[in-house]
């Protein structure tokens, strides 16, 4: 199993922007489809994004259609690299963000860290 890395999390003010990274922390065997959940204090994990293993396909939960978009950019099917271009950000967007991965194209958490394990989250904090 080769864990996720995420990075690019911090503060910034509302309406601000943001873009999240994240890559497998060594080769795989194959291409996945991949997804970023979120978590907010006193909250439980909720879907955000996620995009096909071949990029054509993507969803978005309704709180963040139009704001957020996901993308990857594999060099090969060794490597599973997913970004997470968050604009307009807002105070109820603050969370803890996770990025997945898992055989096929997914918005349920319960498809995902069973292959590769979750990454351990990058933090997204939208205050003034």
């Known amino acids: 199993q080769v864990p996720l890395v995420e990075s690019g999390g911090g503060l910034v003010q509302p309406g601000g922007s943001l873009k999240l990274s994240c890559v497998t922390s060594g080769r795989t065997d194959k291409r996945y489809g991949m997804a970023w959940f979120r978590q907010a204090p006193g909250k439980e994990r909720e879907f955000v994004a996620a995009i096909s293993r071949s990029g054509s396909a993507t969803r978005y939960a309704d709180s963040v259609e139009g704001r957020f978009t996901i993308s990857r950019d594999d060099a090969d099917d060794a490597e599973n690299t997913a970004y997470l271009q968050m604009t307009n950000l807002q105070p109820e967007d603050t969370a803890v963000y996770y990025c997945?991965?898992?055989?096929?194209?997914?918005?349920?958490?319960?498809?995902?860290?069973?292959?590769?394990?979750w990454g351990q989250g990058t933090q997204v904090t939208v205050s003034s």
């Open positions: 997945t991965a898992a055989p096929f194209f997914s918005t349920y958490e319960s498809d995902y860290g069973t292959l590769i394990p």
